[in-house]
Each structure stands twice: as C-alpha cells, then as structure tokens.
C-alpha cells in the first residue's frame, strides 16, 4: 500500500517549546489518524490494577503500544501470540514522547488464528476434567418446566417454543442474554447461575442461531464453559447448526445440533408418547388374558369330589393304617418270642458249660493227685528237711532233721 507524503505545514524559523511541539504533534497525529484499523500479534500484554489493559501489537517489521481502556469490551481472551485486528485513533503520550493507540475494538484476525486458540483452549479445559463422560447426567424423561437462556427477540426462542408446543406442553422460563457481542459469555454464564440458585427449573437449554465463527465465539469463552459444568442441573447446547462446534457443546450434558433441535431432545412427542402407552396396553392386556387362562385351566381342571366319596377315602385310608398297624404289632411279637427262646437256649448252654467246666476242673484233680509226692511216699519212699530244705545227700544232712513218711513224720 502506498502511502502519500503529507506537506509540511510548520514553517522551518519558528522555533516552539517542548510543551508546544509536543502538543502540535500531538494534534496533528489525533487529526490526521482520527480512526485506523491494524493487524498484527500480541505481545506483552498487561493488566493494570484500575482495570486498563497496556499491550503491544506487532508484526516482522515493527511494533505499536496499545491501551484497552477499562470498560471497552472485549469478546475473547487476549494472549500473547494471537493475531488480532484492532481499532481505534493514533495519539501521543508527550511525558514520554512516544505514540500509541486507543483501542475502540478488537477482533481475531481470521478464522485459522481463531481455531487455534479455541483448540488450545479445549486441550487445557480438557485437562481439567470439564469435558469428561462420567461427568454428564441424563435428562428428566418428563420436565415440567424448561429455562432457556438466550435472546429474546432472536428467531432461536422463537423456534424452541413452537416445537415444544407442537410436542410436549411444557412451562418455559427465560432468561434474556445478549449472544453476540463483548457481554454475551458474561450474561449467558450468569442465565446458567441464576437457574441454578433458584433450582426453578428440570434443564436448561442454551441457544443461539447460526453465525460465523467469530458470532460464536461467546459460546466458547470460559466463563460460559465453567458455568455449564459446574451446573447441577442438566444443561442442553443448542448453538449454531450441525457443522458449528463450540466449546460449551463439550461441556454440555447433550449437544443439539440446533435450537430446534434443542427443544426436540428436551422433552418427548405426544403422538410418541401416546403410541409408547397404547403398547403398554397391549402388552398388560396379552399377560392379562394369558394370566386368566391359565387360572381358568387351573380351574377347570380340580374335581369337586362328594361328601361320601371323600368319607370312603378317609375310611380306605384308615383301613390301611389299621392293617399297617397290626403287621407292625405282629412284627414286634414275633421279635419278642424270638428273645425269650434265645433266652432258653441261653440257660441251656450255661448249665452245659458249667458242667464242662466242673468235669474239667475235676480231671484237673485227678491229674494233681497222680502227681502228688504223697503217692510216692505210699510206695515206701521218704523225705528228710533239715529246715525248711529237703536233704538230697548225706554231705548235706544235719541235726535236727525231719523225717516224712507216708503216714507220719519223725524228729531226728
């Protein structure tokens, strides 16, 4: 771009104080650049304690001051790195006698640079868990009251309450919020808190029609990412169309692929629900009609007997019995005589052994006479003790001795 030399308008003999040139420069450079577009990266970027933010925008070949003054909006987070194209008028700042831009406005610079803040953005809440699965909760089968954040007089809440009352009834609650626009990620951040405080509602859909990327950038500022996942209750996403992800549809319960969407995933049909409850019918009337015959063949089939029939089985019954009883008094008698003669018989066989034992210990007696020293004495022997020894030898014998004889003894 090729650029035109101005003519100077200072005459080259006049000579002017520091204060005056300063202020003529001043003059000349705010008149000359009243409003200027620039594109460039950020860098240095510093947030002062009254709110105002200094920083520098810069490309290969040079490098501009800028001031955001507290106040003025802006729709995304700065960081050093991202290319931006703000807005705003030149001036000077003549205590330092350099020159800087008041930023009006500022905007990303494309949609690549865009994308790749938004994807850094995503890896670092992703770190922290906001966008994890075991985190999501199922929706309400039947909500009786449905809050809806988004802009009252977009086509987005237009298009939600009709399709919930073509489907399902329901009450709506909205909270109105810009969603376009520096103050959109705030507003609709404090729908999503204000729902939660007065727990007024069983889910809550964020909405906003279609736009390009940058429209929908509110809708991936943390802020609104934070307020989703830290809802306690069930947050639906329906911003822009199916091709359009934002990052709020990560850390939404379900993500709708539109606002009408939105409103179809929220609450059920009524033809749908008609059709699910005539089949419950169905299936309650078939296990009913089986159940009943079933008991009407269980019926059917007992047999009411008599009164005497039933008397004649219980007198056949206790024939049985009887007879059963006298086998079993039969058997006992017979165990009992069947005793008494092993009883006999024992007495018997005790008198047989006692008569063997008495023939046996009198053969003994016979046999111990036989044997007894005293037949030997009859025979003409005798002994002699000297003492309580009998005496076999004459070198043994002493007086006084004892001489036993058959029929005696004699002193020696």
């Known amino acids: 771009m090729i650029i035109p030399k101005p003519e100077p308008f200072v005459k080259p003999d006049v000579i002017f104080s520091v204060s005056d040139a300063a202020n003529l420069l001043k003059t000349v450079v705010e008149t000359a650049f009243p409003v200027i577009k620039i594109r460039g ?8 304690s009254s709110g ?13 001051n800028a001031i955001i003054w507290r106040g003025t909006p802006v729709s995304f987070q700065l960081s050093d790195g991202l290319e931006v194209i ?14 800087q831009i008041i930023v009006s406005e500022i905007e990303m610079a494309g949609a690549g640079a865009i994308l790749k803040m938004l994807e850094e953005r995503k890896q670092k809440l992703a770190l922290e868990g906001l966008f994890a699965p075991e985190r999501k909760r199922p929706l309400p089968r039947f909500p009786s009251v449905v809050g809806i954040v988004t802009s009252p007089t977009g086509a987005a809440f237009q298009d939600i309450c009709n399709r ?23 507003e609709v951040a404090e729908g999503l808190r204000y729902f939660n405080e007065r727990k007024n509602v069983d889910v809550i859909i964020v909405a906003r029609g279609g736009g390009s990327l ?8 943390e802020v609104v990412v934070r307020a989703v996942a830290a809802s306690e209750i069930p947050v639906v996403s329906g911003v822009g169309h199916e091709p359009d992800w934002m990052l709020i549809d990560f850390a939404a319960d379900i993500r709708a692929p539109t606002p009408t969407g939105a409103a179809e995933i929220v609450v059920p049909t009524k033809i749908s629900l008609i059709q699910e409850i005539e089949n419950i019918w169905h299936r ?15 019926l059917e089939s007992i047999t009411v007997k008599s009164p005497r029939q039933i008397i004649m089985e219980q007198q056949q019954r206790l024939d049985d019995a009887s007879r059963t009883l006298g086998i079993l008094y039969m058997n006992k008698i017979a165990a009992g005589r069947q005793a008494a003669a092993r009883f006999d018989n024992f007495k018997s066989l ?14 003994c007696g016979q046999m111990l006479n036989s044997l007894s020293y005293k037949n030997t004495l009859g025979r003409g022997f005798a002994i002699v003790r000297s003492g309580n020894k009998i005496i076999s030898s004459k070198a043994n014998f002493k007086r006084p001795a004892e001489i036993e004889f058959s029929d005696g003894l004699v002193q020696v």
């Open 41 to 48: 990266e950020l860098s240095q970027i510093t947030k002062a």
């Open 52 to 64: 105002h933010i200094y920083l520098t925008v810069k490309d290969e070949g040079a490098a501009i």
């Open 86 to 99: 703000v807005s705003g008028k030149f001036t000077t700042y003549p205590a330092r006698s350099n020159y």
């Open 164 to 186: 919930l009352r073509e489907r399902f009834p329901v009450q709506v609650l909205l909270y109105p919020a810009t969603v376009q626009g520096a103050t959109a990620a705030a």
């Open 214 to 221: 940058e429209d929908l950038l509110p809708f991936s500022e």
């Open 284 to 298: 309650l009337h078939s296990s009913f009609a089986t159940r009943l015959l079933s008991a009407r063949e269980r």
């Open 350 to 363: 005790v008198k047989n052994r006692f008569a063997a034992l008495t023939q046996n210990v009198s053969h």
